[in-house]
């Protein structure tokens, strides 16, 4: 049974940087997908960044992209979320994720781990 467990959220102003962590237990990993989702109230849980663990190859929203930086720690089986230049609109509980296997996909339903979710909350 694989374990996600998030961290690293909090409240912080508009421009300001925040990083998540994402401590991952019960398998290995080499062959996993890995990613990172956020929901806002009243709002679909939506798709933020990805990294196929093996190979370390990083995917990102539209909406992050160029702000976000996804990484992962083989040594100690964590991943993360660089944010930076937060916007209000990043306001969400944010969500790991992982599946056993490679995908491009971005749909929740392609991931069958999830954490618990860490709060981000970026004032205006």
């Known amino acids: 049974q694989v374990q996600l467990v998030e961290s690293g959220g909090g409240l912080v102003q508009a421009g300001g940087s925040l990083r998540l962590s994402c401590a991952a237990s019960?398998?290995?990993?080499?062959?996993?997908?890995m990613a990172w989702f956020r929901q806002a109230p009243g709002k679909e849980r939506e798709f933020v960044a990805r990294?196929?663990?093996?190979?370390?190859?990083?995917y990102y929203a539209d909406s992050v992209k160029g702000r976000f930086t996804i990484s992962r720690d083989n040594a100690r089986n964590t991943m993360y979320l660089q944010m930076n230049s937060l916007k209000f609109e990043d306001t969400a509980v944010y969500y790991c994720?992982?599946?056993?296997?490679?995908?491009?996909?971005?749909?929740?339903?392609?991931?069958?781990?999830w954490g618990q979710g860490t709060q981000v909350t970026v004032s205006s």
């Open positions: 990294i196929e663990w093996g190979s370390a190859l990083p």
């Open positions: 019960g398998r290995t990993f080499s062959s996993y997908t």
């Open positions: 994720a992982s599946r056993p296997s490679l995908t491009i996909g971005t749909m929740p339903a392609l991931y069958t781990y």
